[in-house]
């Protein structure tokens, strides 16, 4: 049961929502003791491999480049990097790493060669790679999808009747594509969004009707409560009581009975008490280590220290599908022909100039 048709309206969703919290609460536990392993948490951690200075306007987002935010812009990451700090994940307990970019979209360029083989080297880790990288095409989609990516992540955020107040260089229709086009590639779609950005609880509601429409729902539904930051249009937003975020997991719970529920981004702002409800009412993923894409999360130790308190244990990776495989991309493999011939070519000229008495020429610095 992918959707819970009880609950395929409007009226339905929001008498659930609100619901008596504990009510509310209980139905969300026996919904998820019936699809899933209450014991088990999916820890994923977040990886921002190219970091600010994105053209878009979301209202939330320190990485904008319009809004003066206090990130620190960076340009893509290294694959070597990316591949240290996945071993730093999954030595920690990860089992999935989330890449993200702060791009409108993705453009077919060297970088997105560079993302191609962050996904097959992290892939061959063992750990499932999950990616965020904005708008996708269908090619594009499959791209990553033949390198090995498990999971593409792309949110609605919110309903698409508040959207416009928060963004205006997308429209709710692109991101819906992009969903479709990592469907279509085959890759598992996550994608939910965010509360707390002013938004009544009739958007909340619309977000989960969003996807109720869709022919298969995602897979994975990220629940991420503001983070408010200075410098963006939503820094004054005042922050969500945290019975808010137990009631938005536990409606999501009930709705999207085989999803996994992830409690995302806010949880420096909730208590152990709180999260402790947040994972009876079904959540069944956190992301981990300390930083999200550029603002403070919990420490690993903090939430091992949670895990065994509440009796959790950290989910293997590919519990909920196989390890996608690896297959060679053909850009990628004629770049590589392409220098080992260069390098052949050299090597041969050098060879025959040594034999041929010349000594290689000394290259002089010059320093003003
Ligand atoms: N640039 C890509 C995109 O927008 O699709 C990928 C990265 S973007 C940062 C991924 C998601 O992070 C956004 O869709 C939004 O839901 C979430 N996000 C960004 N800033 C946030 C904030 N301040 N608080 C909570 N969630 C946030
Ligand atoms: C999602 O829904 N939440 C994560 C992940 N998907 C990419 C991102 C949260 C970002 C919070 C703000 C920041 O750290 O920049
Ligand atoms: Fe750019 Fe993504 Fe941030 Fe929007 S959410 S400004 S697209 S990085």
Request: hydrophobic share 40%; glycine share 6%; aromatic share 6%.
């Amino acid at each position: 049961m992918k959707v819970n048709p009880k609950y395929n309206t409007k009226e339905a969703l929001l008498e659930l929502y609100n619901k008596p919290l504990l009510e509310l609460v209980f139905e969300a536990a026996t919904v998820h003791r019936q699809f899933h392993d209450p014991r088990e948490v999916q820890m994923s951690s977040l990886l921002s491999i190219k970091t600010g200075g994105c053209p878009e306007d979301c209202g939330y987002c320190p990485q904008a480049a319009r809004y003066h935010t206090e990130v620190d812009a960076h340009k893509l990451m290294s694959v070597e990097q990316v591949v240290e700090q996945a071993k730093n994940a999954k030595a920690n307990g990860s089992s999935r790493l989330c890449m993200g970019a702060a791009w409108r979209e993705v453009r077919d360029n060297k970088d997105f060669d560079n993302v191609i083989e962050m996904v097959q080297a992290v892939n061959a880790m063992d750990m499932e790679v999950c990616a965020t990288l904005g708008m996708l095409n269908e090619n594009q989609a499959q791209r990553l999808k033949n390198a090995g990516l498990f999971a593409y992540n792309h949110n609605l955020d919110t309903s698409p009747e508040f959207y416009g107040d928060v963004i205006s260089t997308r429209e709710y229709e692109d991101r819906l594509n992009t969903i479709e086009n990592a469907r279509k590639a085959g890759i598992s779609v996550c994608s939910g969004g965010i509360i707390g950005m002013g938004e009544a609880v009739e958007d909340r509601i619309g977000m989960l009707l969003s996807y109720m429409a869709m022919e298969t729902p995602p897979e994975s539904i990220p629940i991420n409560a503001l983070v408010a930051v200075e410098g963006t249009p939503l820094e004054e937003q005042k922050p969500i009581e945290q019975w808010e975020m137990i009631r938005m997991v536990a409606t999501s719970r009930i709705a999207f009975p085989e999803s996994v529920i992830r409690l995302s981004a806010g949880r420096t702002k909730m208590n152990m008490e709180g999260q402790a409800l947040c994972f009876l009412a079904g959540a069944g993923s956190i992301f981990a280590g300390d930083k999200l894409l550029t603002t403070p999360n919990p420490e690993f130790n903090e939430d091992k220290e949670m895990f065994d308190i509440l009796g959790l244990i950290p989910k293997a990776s590919f519990a909920d599908g196989e390890k996608p495989e690896t297959k060679p991309d053909p850009i990628i493999e004629a770049r590589k022909k392409k220098e080992a011939e260069r390098a052949e070519e050299l090597k041969a000229a050098r060879e025959a100039s040594e034999k041929n008495g010349f000594q290689p020429r000394k290259v002089t610095t010059i320093v003003d």
